[in-house]
């Protein structure tokens, strides 16, 4: 709660709306689970939008 206090609110947007990346991730590395392709879809639009949010000014 420290860092999010820290930031600001678009940053910490950003990070919470990447949490299903960041699970699916972790699940796929290490306990081997493997992604479908829908999956892999999701995966490839939220990077895109994050990218886009964070250098669009």
């Known amino acids: 709660n420290l ?5 600001s ?3 910490v947007a950003l ?3 990447s949490e299903p ?3 699916a991730l972790f699940a796929m590395f290490w306990l081997g ?3 479908s392709l829908i999956q892999w879809f999701g995966a490839l639009l939220i ?4 990218m886009r ?3 669009s000014r």
């Open 3 to 7: 860092a999010i206090s820290r930031t």
């Open 9 to 11: 609110p678009t940053r």
């Open 15 to 17: 990070l919470m709306g």
């Open 21 to 23: 990346l960041f699970g």
């Open 33 to 35: 689970e493997s992604l």
């Open 47 to 50: 990077i895109a939008s994050v």
């Open 53 to 55: 949010v964070s250098t």
